[in-house]
């Protein structure tokens, strides 16, 4: 009995495949998913980048195609996020490099970001311990009126003020 399918047997024999020549793929590429997973990125934001003009995709139709280049360029943007620089400073840097096809201005550039940045943090670190300090000092201070006795009804008008002032300083 034919049914022109292949028997059992040749259904559950390893299939033999003839060895094929090596086939030179290419540079590799990646769809916005791949890379919306490797980053832990939602495609938007990829897309996003891409209207902003830091990523360049080719296309094929409706599909976007992304090479090491657009993936070298979002490690690169994670990474000045990650500094704290801003979207127009990291574009600032892809320009001069495109501009010139040189990092050397791109590295002098970035060096100066670097700089500026760091300056700034510690300005910040300052101000964070400024009010640190603040804070315990205003911290003792309600504290030692906490513990205080019950202050005299005729003083309590006072001490409202001067908690009041404490406050604002």
């Not at 919306?36 to 080719?58: C, H, M």
Request: aromatic share 6%.
């Amino acid at each position: 009995f034919r049914s022109g399918r292949a028997p059992m047997s040749a259904l559950n024999a390893p299939a033999r495949r003839a060895k094929l020549p090596a086939v030179d793929r290419g540079p590799p590429t990646y769809s916005i998913s791949d890379l919306a997973q490797e980053f832990a990125l939602t495609t938007r934001a990829i897309r996003f980048y891409e209207d902003e003009g830091r990523l360049a995709p080719r296309r094929h139709g409706q599909t976007r195609i992304y090479g090491e280049r657009e993936r070298t360029r979002i490690k690169l943007i994670l990474r000045g996020k990650r500094l704290g620089l801003a979207l127009s400073e990291i574009r600032e840097l892809f320009d001069i490099f495109a501009a010139t096809g040189n990092e050397k201005p791109q590295l002098a550039k970035f060096l100066q970001m670097l700089t500026d940045r760091r300056a700034m943090l510690h300005q910040q670190r300052e101000d964070i311990d400024a009010v640190l300090a603040e804070i315990a000092i205003l911290e003792r201070d309600c504290r030692r009126r906490l513990q205080q006795e019950s202050l005299p009804l005729a003083s309590s008008a006072a001490t409202t003020s001067s908690a009041s002032a404490g406050l604002a300083r």
